[in-house]
Structure formats: structure tokens, C-alpha cells
């Protein structure tokens, strides 16, 4: 199967590492933009060829993933002729489903998948829909799938990580703040990362959610306690949800 993909940046070299780990594909095609990128994703795996143009992509491929930046995509995609019967993954993030549907007609099926740099890994969690029997056994594999009925049960899923910047700005104040407290900045980061680390492992080995783990971590009158009344009391986890709430209308 040829699997191409179109605006080859951060995702798309991501999503390479990723197919190349499950041999896939026979052959993958890439857009010649970002021609560094592809030339240098060609040099490292052989499976992978930089097509001449986007349409080239377009029209040779069984499988196509849309990674441009949401500002060109749609001038882009509206200029391609993709081969009748095959499937084309989105993960343009602002482009809506049916929109994309509209802009690639009716003989090619259209998806919309939200992977994350942590596919080249085939790791991660990775939202899609719709769901039919052809788009469940070629992403599987490439992470931890949540298939997903329709765009209102897709988009809350890929709003949610546009938090992940955020979450590394909070390890990133807990680092600055320990190396301001004479803690080699090494010892720090890794403390951390163990923090971290340990803290999902409980979280996915035990079968309660979130807010019973707040309450077990929270004893009473203890630092923990104090630390999330402090924090509620700014209204921190109200802003997160506003926050989100500003994203998903985007999506
Ligand atoms: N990064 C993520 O974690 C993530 C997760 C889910 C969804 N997405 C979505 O995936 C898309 C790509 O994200 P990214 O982070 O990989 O962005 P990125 O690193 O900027 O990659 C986009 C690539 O598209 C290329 N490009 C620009 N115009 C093009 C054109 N007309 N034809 C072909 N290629 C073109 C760019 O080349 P130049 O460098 O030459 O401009 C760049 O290499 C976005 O729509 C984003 O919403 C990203």
C-alpha cells in the first residue's frame, strides 16, 4: 500500500517514524515542501520517495494524510485530484470534517484523525472519526485508538491537547522554581520526569478517576490540600476549562 503525505513538518516526520515501525507501508510518498524535511526523511528510510508536487502525492497514493498549516489547506486541498477509492486522513485541526469532504468530493473517503508527535513512537492516544471497517485497521498500531461516533465527540478529544504546551510550562515552573532552591537542574528535570512518570502509572492502574486521586493525595490539613484550595481559589482550574472552551470553538 502507498501511503503519502502532504506538508511534511513536524507531524508528518512523526507520522513516518510512526509507519515505518509498522511496515505499512510499501512504499511512502511525500510532498516535496518542506523539501529539507522530506529529502532528509528520504535519506533515513528507504521506503520513503519526495513526489514532484502535491498532486503527485494526490493522485499516486492509497492512503493520504493532510498535515499543511491550517492558513494554506484549504487553497491547497481544493487544488488536488485525488484517485477515486482512496482514503484521505486530515489532520488539518481546523478544518471541519465536512468542509474537507466538500473540498475532495464524494469518490475519495475523507477522515479526520488527531495524531501527536508521540506517534513516531506508536504511542499516544489517537482520535478519529468517522469509523467504517477500512480507517480501524490501518491506524491500528500507530497508537492508542479512540475512534469516535462524530466531529462533536472528535473535537473535545482534540482540544484537550492543545494543553499539552502547558503542562510542560507547569514542569517548567516546577523546574525553575527547584533549581532557584539549590537543586542541580540534572536532579531536577529528572525528579521530575519520575514525578511525572509514577504518577501516571498510578493514575492507569487504578480503576478511579481523577477527582478520587485528588482526594487521595489531598490529606487532610496536609500540603496537598492546602496547595489545591490555594490554587481553586485563583480560579486556576476555571480558567483551564474557559480556555478550552475558547479552542473548541476553533475546532
Ligand atoms: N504538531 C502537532 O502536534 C499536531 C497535532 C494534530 C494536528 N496537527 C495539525 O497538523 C498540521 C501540521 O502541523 P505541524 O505541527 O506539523 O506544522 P508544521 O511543522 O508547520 O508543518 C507543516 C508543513 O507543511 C508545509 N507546507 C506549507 N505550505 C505547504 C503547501 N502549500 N504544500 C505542501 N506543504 C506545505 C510546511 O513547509 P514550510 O516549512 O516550507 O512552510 C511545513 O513543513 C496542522 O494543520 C496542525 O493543525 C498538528
New binding site residues.
Given amino acids: 500500500m502507498k501511503i503519502g503525505i ?9 507520522i513516518v517514524a510512526g509507519l515505518t515501525k509498522t511496515n505499512k507501508a510499501t512504499e511512502i510518498v511525500l ?7 522530506s529529502q532528509l526523511l528520504s535519506n533515513k528510510y528507504e521506503c520513503v520517495k519526495v513526489a514532484k508536487d ?1 498532486q503527485a502525492v494526490a493522485e499516486e497514493c492509497d492512503w493520504i494524510f ?8 484549504v ?2 486541498i481544493e487544488q488536488l485530484t485525488f484517485k477515486s477509492g482512496s482514503s484521505v486522513i486530515s ?5 471541519s470534517h465536512s468542509e474537507c469532504n466538500q473540498l475532495i468530493g464524494n469518490s475519495v473517503n475523507v477522515y479526520k484523525a ?4 508521540t506517534i513516531a513512537d506508536c504511542n499516544g492516544p489517537l482520535a478519529y472519526y468517522p469509523c467504517d471497517t477500512k480507517i480501524k485497521p490501518f491506524l491500528d498500531g500507530l497508537g492508542d485508538l479512540f475512534p469516535c461516533k462524530d466531529g462533536k465527540a472528535f473535537r473535545p478529544l ?1 482540544a484537550a ?1 492543545s494543553l ?1 504546551a502547558s503542562h510542560y510550562a507547569v514542569q517548567n515552573t516546577l523546574h525553575d522554581w527547584l533549581v532557584e532552591n539549590d537543586i542541580e537542574p540534572a536532579v531536577a528535570l529528572n525528579y521530575l520526569n519520575e514525578l511525572m512518570d509514577s504518577l501516571t502509572h498510578q493514575a492507569k492502574k487504578s480503576e478511579v478517576d481523577f477527582r478520587e486521586l485528588i482526594s487521595s493525595a489531598s490529606t487532610s490539613q496536609g500540603l496537598n490540600e492546602q496547595a489545591i484550595n490555594m490554587l481553586s481559589e485563583r480560579g486556576v482550574c476555571q480558567d483551564i476549562k474557559k480556555t478550552l472552551d475558547t479552542i473548541l470553538k476553533q475546532l
Fill in positions: 502532504i506538508g511534511v513538518g513536524k507531524l508528518a516526520t512523526a510532498s516535496p515542501r518542506n523539501m529539507e524535511n502535491n493532510l498535515t499543511l498549516p491550517p492558513s494554506v489547506a487553497r491547497e489532520c488539518v485541526a481546523t478544518l488527531f495524531p501527536l508527535p482534540a491537547t499539552i
